[in-house]
């Protein structure tokens, strides 16, 4: 797999040298300054693709062209946006950048409630807890309706911790919550946020389903023809949020996905911290029954809890068997290139834990810490060498 790196462009905290020194060969990137809906024009694509080889390093993935909320609930300007998106894949094809990973998330992209969780060797991680959450969601936002989606044990437990909760620490979580983190899109107050989930009111999960396969429908044939592969991520995390429906949580719907429109542009990234979030998820199945529409990985551990709360553990030590998902992801990168497709499957340490002079330093952005990710990297890189080694793929 190739080794690569999240950056957020020239205003990052991690410079591209930084990169190159870490060890990564692949750059993921996007152009974040160019509004939701609107084209990617080439000139800027080109200008990002040459600032990123001009230290030696490639643009292997865009992360991400966001999908505009219109398109999503097929409303407004949709078809509109529909068409600048489809004119985006075929500038980023004509810059040789191959892969687009995407996701089709309501509202929120990935989402946490801890953003400074204390781990028991003093660095910080990521943390959603579904009973901060359940709290939030009921007492604080005061959704309608909002306690028919949570289990009567969770109930409980959030009107207990609202009476624990301080003013400070419920505007911290109300702004880890709906503020937005890096790479998402979209940043909301309260007032903004009840307002887009009346607008998302009435849409159930098997309109919103109806409502990607459509949007696959316009896009993937555009990407076949631009050269490009396609790759959704998943929900993050893969569970109902604000009573919002979720279309790419389980292996279900993975396959879904590939059946609305079977192409070798359209696919996935597997993000293991994503998946995994799910008990019910196999994510060493998943690799095998998908691993030809794998186009992107985002590896990162987590531990899981019992009530579906969960922190972002170290890479090699969490809920997730990392060795083995890694070795299924070699064994799945050789078929793919027995079967034609001569690129490896881009990889990168999806997210790491603050540490070191890192440790609360509020300039670096939420779970892109430069010496937690290149730890993570370092251990990832040594599994995929033993393993590609011992399986007789190196």
């Known amino acids: 797999m190739q080794e690569t790196w999240r950056w957020f462009g020239p205003d990052d905290t991690v410079s591209l040298d930084n990169i190159l020194q870490a060890g990564a060969s692949g750059v993921v990137t996007a152009l974040d300054h160019i509004e939701t809906g609107q084209i990617w024009p080439i000139e800027d694509i080109v200008e990002r693709s040459t600032l990123i080889k001009d230290v030696g390093l490639e643009w292997s993935v865009v992360e991400s062209v966001p999908v505009h909320h219109d398109i999503k609930i097929r409303s407004g300007s949709f078809k509109n946006y529909i068409e600048n998106y489809k004119q985006s894949i075929r500038n980023i094809g004509s810059v040789g950048i191959s892969t687009i990973c995407y996701n089709f998330m309501p509202i929120l992209d990935w989402t946490r409630t801890d953003l400074n969780f204390l781990l028991p060797n003093r660095s910080q991680a990521l943390r959603f807890d579904i009973i901060d959450f359940a709290t939030y969601d009921i007492y604080i936002l005061g959704r309608k309706n909002a306690a028919n989606n949570y289990s009567a044990r969770i109930l409980e437990r959030a009107r207990k911790r609202l009476g624990d909760l301080k003013d400070e620490y419920i505007h911290e979580l109300e702004k880890n919550i ?8 979209g940043s909301y107050d309260r007032s903004g946020i009840s307002d887009m989930l009346s607008a998302f009111a009435g849409i159930d999960t098997e309109n919103y389903r109806k409502n990607l396969r459509q949007f696959l429908e316009a896009t993937i044939p555009a990407a076949e023809a631009a050269g490009v592969r396609m790759a959704i991520h998943p929900d993050d995390p893969p569970f109902n949020l604000f009573g919002l429906p979720r279309v790419v949580s389980t292996s279900d719907d993975v396959k ?9 542009s359209n696919g996935i990234t597997f993000c293991a911290g994503s998946f995994g979030a799910r008990a019910d998820n ?7 029954k998908f691993g030809a529409n794998i186009f992107f990985a985002h590896l990162r551990n987590i531990i899981r809890e019992e009530d579906g709360s969960f922190y972002e553990s170290e890479h090699l030590n969490g809920t997730i068997d990392m060795v083995s998902v890694i070795r299924e ?3 799945q990168e050789r078929q793919q290139h027995l079967s034609g497709y001569k690129h490896p499957i881009p990889m990168r340490p999806d997210h790491g834990h ?7 330093n509020h300039k670096i ?6 010496g937690g990710r290149m730890k993570g990297l370092a251990e990832l890189r040594g599994v995929s060498k033993a393993v590609a080694r011992l399986s007789g793929c190196a």
């Open 365 to 370: 952005r939420p779970g892109y810490s430069f």
């Open 282 to 288: 196999d994510l060493l199945q998943m690799v095998r």
């Open 256 to 264: 879904k996905i590939l059946d609305f429109f079977p192409s070798p």
């Open 329 to 331: 992801l070699i064994t």
């Open 354 to 360: 603050a540490m070191a002079n890192e440790l609360d």
């Open 178 to 185: 709906i503020a937005g983190l890096p790479g998402g899109e």
